[in-house]
Nanobody
Framework: VQLVESGGGSVQPGGSLTLSCVPS????????MAWFRQAPGKEREGVAA????????YYLNSVEGRFTISHDNAKNTLYLQMDSLEPADTAMYYC?????????????????WGQGTQVTVS
């Protein structure tokens, strides 16, 4: 499975960005997908996750209410709508996927990863 992210960029505090992730190389339509981020010198952390089968979502506490994860089944595309962005949100953002996870925001739950897209808030 290949994952390709897009939509990163630079934005001022309080601004918004939408990230997209398109999987390829699989016929499966139900799986877990998530967004992770990693800032320089910090560990990778789970930001948001979704079960594309039933739509259940999970969020990092610090982004809940500001970020929204969604999956368009018709387009088979994962999104992360990020509003009210803060400098602390600056990081490389990665899309991840797995057929099943026990811990949706743990990076070791996922075995497919994208290359990442940079988000800078300043």
């Amino acid at each position: 499975v290949q994952l390709v992210e897009s939509g990163g960029g630079s934005v001022q505090p309080g601004g918004s960005l939408t990230l997209s992730c398109v999987p390829s190389g699989t016929a499966d339509r139900r799986y877990w997908m998530a967004w992770f981020r990693q800032a320089p010198g910090k560990e990778r952390e789970g930001v948001a996750a979704i079960d594309t089968g039933d739509g259940s979502t999970y969020y990092l506490n610090s982004v809940e209410g500001r970020f929204t994860i969604s999956h368009d089944n018709a387009k088979n595309t994962l999104y992360l709508q990020m509003d009210s962005l803060e400098p602390a949100d600056t990081a490389m953002y990665y899309c991840a996927a797995a057929r099943w996870v026990h811990f949706p925001l743990r990076s070791d739950s996922y075995n497919y990863w994208g290359q990442g897209t940079q988000v800078t808030v300043s």
